[in-house]
């Protein structure tokens, strides 16, 4: 899926319901939806590199917490609140 899909995702399960936990639950939900793709810039690197770790290592069970957790630290630290932060 492309990133819009993977966003408009992200947004539609806020709407399901999900926005009711905290009040930041849209954006969080938008940016986890696009956190598996951060394989994405290993494009940076050239060809060889994006075919070696795309849908690699970011994509994998062992990696689930780590892409749970980078969205809501994001959106903690750029909003600087960090009330109620377990609820995310």
């Known amino acids: 899926m492309d ?3 993977h966003t408009l995702t992200g947004l539609m399960m806020s709407r399901a319901g999900l926005d009711r936990l905290h009040t930041r639950a849209p954006l969080v ?4 939806a696009n956190a598996p793709d951060v394989d994405g810039l290993s494009l ?3 060809l060889l590199p ?3 770790y795309h ?3 970011t994509h994998s069970i062992a990696f689930v ?3 749970a957790v980078l969205p809501v630290l ?5 909003t600087r609140g960090f009330e109620r932060w377990l609820r995310l």
Not at 29 to 32: D, P, Q, R
Not at 74 to 78: D, R
């Open 74 to 78: 994001i959106v903690c630290a750029v």
């Open 29 to 32: 939900l938008m940016l986890s």
């Open 3 to 5: 990133p819009l899909t």
């Open 50 to 52: 994006y075919l070696q």
């Open 65 to 67: 917490p780590v892409v």
């Open 44 to 46: 940076i690197g050239g």
């Open 55 to 57: 849908r690699g290592l």
